[in-house]
């Protein structure tokens, strides 16, 4: 049937090092790709929004450098925390949005949890 | 005023009871809206749609106010495995997918 899975669930890594987060939709296209981020207590907050072939569109308060988002192909997008600092850590995790029969469909992958030491 | 509100709690209810959550939205043009579960960190899980005539399922009953702009959830007869935090969550429509979630309410219950 159709998932999402989100690789790594759990990374550790030391400040100012780049860390990549992958999403993929399983028997199903992703057309779209939403990426969120979730800190202890509080609500998911949507980071990003992106479609297949097209830029991602930020939310406000998101650094677009900082955070790049890959959606090349239809199953596949990936989230690059790049110079991470101890801030960063939190919970990201992605939203794949596409047709599954005919019926528009949402899923939600693992989650990563990321430490920046 | 946040897009989505809820109460935090946690709400402590012994097995068996009837516990009942509550949750506002500030756009009066969302036209969907949703219930998801999440457990111990880990990614929401639908629980059920609302529909303004309002729904059952099992023991989760939820229901829409489109005029006071807030919906519900009553769980009959809690159990132990219903404890987790449930999220409000609203969509704008109108051919988005985007969700907006409500920080969620704790649910722990007590045997």
């Known amino acids: 049937g159709a998932v999402v899975s989100q690789h790594p669930s759990r990374v550790i890594c030391k400040s100012g090092t780049s860390v990549k987060i992958e999403c993929r939709s399983l028997d199903f296209q992703a057309t779209t790709m939403f990426w969120y981020r979730q800190f202890p207590k509080q609500s998911l907050m949507l980071m990003a929004t992106?479609?297949?072939?097209?830029?991602?569109?930020?939310e406000q308060g998101v650094e677009k450098d900082k955070f790049l988002i890959n959606h090349a192909s239809l199953t596949l997008s990936t989230l690059t925390v790049t110079s991470a600092h101890p801030e960063d850590s939190s919970f990201y995790i992605c939203?794949?949005?596409?047709?599954?029969?005919?019926?528009?469909?949402?899923?939600f992958g693992q989650g990563t949890r990321l430490t920046v030491v | 005023r946040k897009e989505v509100e809820q109460d935090p709690g946690p709400f402590n209810v012994p097995e068996g009871a009837t516990v009942a959550f509550n949750c506002t939205y500030s756009n009066s043009a969302s036209q969907s809206f949703f219930w998801y579960r999440q457990d111990c960190r880990k990614e929401p899980k639908l629980l059920m749609s609302?529909?303004?005539s309002g729904n059952e399922d099992g023991r989760f009953t939820a229901q829409l106010n489109r005029a006071s702009q807030y919906i519900s959830l009553l769980i009959r007869d809690s159990k132990l495995s219903d404890s987790a935090t449930y999220l409000c969550?609203?969509?704008?429509?109108?051919?988005?997918?985007?969700?907006?979630f409500g920080k969620g309410t704790k649910l722990s219950v007590i045997p």
């Open positions: 992106s479609n297949e072939g097209s830029k991602a569109t930020y």
């Open positions: 969550v609203v969509n704008l429509g109108a051919g988005s997918y985007q969700l907006t």
């Open positions: 939203s794949a949005r596409g047709l599954v029969q005919g019926r528009p469909e949402a899923f």
């Open positions: 609302v529909y303004s």
